[in-house]
């Protein structure tokens, strides 16, 4: 299976804290990879060297099989990664449609062509209501599913999300594992950083945790669940 990000002996100190520590993961075309870990295992950190927010103290970071290690985070999106945060940041004074127009003006060109695809989207996310609504109107959920919806009109070919589900209803969180389990059977690789266990056995492929910054265990939703040292350091969450 072919390596879409990789990531080798990654490490970031803070001071004489290493957040994370010779870190290697590998992220295979086509599936959901999710990354967890108890509070403070180094799963923010992560993500964010691997989006280019932060730099590394050594190792590398390979993208599409380019060393995007000190690129800019414009240069990784450029290059086909999109990142959706973990706080919703969409324009809220202006409509969702709008919104998507903003994301999509770049990418689509044509003004026929930009309206379908903000039609796509609009249903796409179950907004197609709401679409004359103004963002800051909309329920929490619905926020991070425009968001999502911005982070898909880059068309990237890796989307990077930093807990989709936080704030989220149980109901809403079912929903948006529905949402990337479709875009994921369109062809879409997700790596999501995640602490909900109900959420990532609902959407995960492969999983791979993080403990005290480096990997801890790596495998099947089913073996990391089953892995009783996974269960531990959970204190017994990982079974709830």
């Not at 299976?1 to 520590?21: D, I, N, P, W, Y």
């Not at 062809?187 to 993080?210: K, N, P, S, Y």
Request: hydrophobic share 45%; glycine share 8%.
């Amino acid at each position: 299976m072919t390596a879409l990000l990789e990531t080798r002996s990654l490490t970031k100190h803070f001071g004489g804290h290493a957040a994370v520590s010779d870190v290697s993961l590998s992220v295979t075309q086509g599936e959901i990879h999710c990354l967890i870990g108890p509070n403070g295992a180094g799963k923010s950190t992560l993500f964010k060297l691997i989006v280019g927010t932060h730099e590394p103290t050594s190792g590398h970071i390979a993208f599409q099989g380019a060393d995007v290690t000190r690129q800019r985070p414009f240069q990784r999106v450029q290059r086909g990664m999109s990142i959706k945060m973990q706080a919703p940041s969409v324009f809220k004074e202006l409509p969702v449609r709008q919104n998507l127009h903003i994301a999509l003006q770049h990418h689509v060109a044509g003004h026929a062509a930009l309206t379908r695809e903000e039609d796509r989207l609009l249903e796409l996310l179950d907004l197609s209501a709401d679409a004359k609504k103004l963002a800051g109107e909309l329920a929490h959920g619905q926020q991070q599913w425009l968001e999502i919806g911005m982070a898909l009109a880059l068309k990237p070919v890796l989307l990077l999300m930093d807990e989709p589900t936080a704030g989220l209803s149980p109901e809403e969180t079912f929903k948006t594992g529905e949402l990337i389990q479709k875009l994921n059977a369109e062809g879409m690789t997700v790596l999501v950083v995640e602490h909900d266990m109900a959420f990532i056995r609902q959407i995960a492929q492969r999983v791979t945790v993080l403990h005290f910054g480096k990997v801890f265990a790596e495998g099947s939703i089913g073996e990391v669940i089953a892995d009783p040292r996974v269960a531990e350091i959970y204190l017994g969450k990982a079974h709830d």
